[in-house]
């Protein structure tokens, strides 16, 4: 099993904001990274625990979530699954408060964790660098806008169309804009809660793109055949 985190760097500069980094920040960060190796349904850390660092997804796939209802019967509501070579857990490393959400491993999952107090020790000495993690931040409140705006503005069609676009495309985190994964590792459940749609509806237009060949729907996954007429669904 490798454990040396350097031998991942083609992974990690395969994201935009990783490889727009000032070297001496990209190195700091890999110096003082530790890989972590996850099982399917893993804890990594859940809402309300103290900050324990800056991750990125290296292979697998990390699912960030909530929970709706009473605590008792308190039910996981899916908002993101982040795979390689999304970053996460800035927030944490800002304001030194705990968690917000949850973060468990959807398949087994490979990450690489930047220890937290090692690295805001890091950017006390180097403050300019803090910068560069707010660049980060910024490009996740650009897409929590955006999915604002399309939960009032978009037909739940459209906003099922986009949201599958947006996984394929790493939620644009890529350097690569252009990259598409076409397959994704998402059932059926966790989409309608992500879509805060219910399962019944979110099960009838995947029918209604199954039945026109945009899409194939299979236990665990839902495969883009048709990329072009995805994304005309979406506007």
């Known amino acids: 099993m490798n454990t040396d985190p350097a031998k991942h760097l083609p992974v990690l500069q395969s994201g935009r904001w990783f490889h727009q980094l000032p070297p001496a920040f990209a190195d700091a960060l890999v110096g003082m990274g530790q890989l972590r190796h996850l099982q ?3 804890v990594l850390f ?8 800056l991750y ?3 292979a697998g796939s990390v699912r960030i979530s909530g929970h709706d209802g009473a605590p008792e019967a308190a039910r996981e509501t899916v908002l993101v699954l982040l795979g390689p070579p999304a970053w996460f857990g800035e927030i944490s490393v800002f304001d030194d408060a ?5 973060a468990h491993a959807h398949e087994p999952t490979t990450v690489l ?12 000495e180097h403050p300019r660098h803090w910068r560069d993690l707010g660049l980060l931040m910024a490009e996740k409140m650009r897409l929590a806008f955006v999915s604002l705006e399309e ?5 739940s069609a459209q906003r099922l169309a986009r949201r599958l676009l947006l996984m394929a495309r790493g939620y644009g ?15 059926q459940e966790e989409l309608a809660h992500m879509l805060g749609l219910t399962r019944q509806t979110t099960n009838q237009l995947l ?26 669904v979406g506007h």
Not at 151 to 155: E, G, N, P, V
Not at 223 to 231: P, R
């Open 40 to 42: 399917a349904g893993e």
């Open 46 to 53: 859940l809402r309300q625990s103290p900050p324990c660092g």
């Open 56 to 58: 990125a997804v290296i």
């Open 98 to 102: 705990a968690r917000t959400h949850d």
């Open 113 to 124: 964790q930047v220890p937290h107090r090692e690295l805001q020790a890091w950017l006390d």
């Open 151 to 155: 939960q009032t503005a978009l037909t």
């Open 173 to 187: 985190l890529g350097a690569n804009e252009q990259a598409t994964r076409r397959v994704l590792a998402i059932t």
């Open 207 to 232: 029918h209604d793109l199954r039945e026109r060949q945009i899409v194939r729907v299979s236990r665990g996954e839902i495969e883009i055949l048709d990329l072009g007429a995805l994304q005309a």
